[in-house]
């Protein structure tokens, strides 16, 4: 016979192993949810149709529908095709995913060098890669500078020192 003891112990183990199953599906379920919103996003806004973007991306209907509802969730490989369809990069949907992690400035120029026509994907990421560069060391000497003037006593002489 059990003891009381591990019976509770037993039962706890249960519940927080399937609360920990419901939070990774719900999860999982959030990110679905927001990569379909943005491929359906990206859709309108290029004037594509779901039957033709499921066609240029080599998929059925039926599944372009599912993802963008957030009812399945793609592979990078199906990302990639759908990044195709979009003339956008698939690295825009593997972050919308949750397979990359974003990139650090400004949003709306990183759309802007993303939705540029005139530049090849190549070209856009060694931009987005300069760019990010800038970006990270503009932050570095900001919070150097920042930590430099709060450490060192303002050199500006004042009326009471001169």
Do not use: C, W
């Amino acid at each position: 016979m059990q003891n009381p003891g591990e019976f509770v112990r037993e039962q706890v183990s249960s519940v927080r192993d399937r609360v920990d199953r419901v939070a990774g599906s719900v999860a999982d379920t959030a990110a679905r949810s927001q990569v379909g919103d943005f491929i359906r996003e990206q859709r309108a806004a290029a004037k594509v149709s779901l039957r033709e973007l499921a066609r240029t991306a080599g998929v059925s209907n039926p599944y372009l529908s599912q993802v963008e509802r957030g009812l399945r969730k793609p592979s990078a490989e199906i990302l990639s095709a759908i990044a195709r369809g979009l003339s956008i990069s698939a690295e825009t949907l593997y972050e919308q995913a949750g397979i990359l992690d974003r990139r650090t400035g400004t949003a709306d120029t990183v759309a802007a060098i993303r939705a540029d026509a005139a530049l090849s994907e190549r070209h856009k990421a060694v931009l987005l890669e300069l760019y990010e560069t800038y970006v990270r060391e503009h932050v570095a000497q900001a919070a150097a500078a920042a930590a430099t003037d709060t450490e060192t006593p303002d050199p500006t002489p004042t009326k009471e020192s001169a």
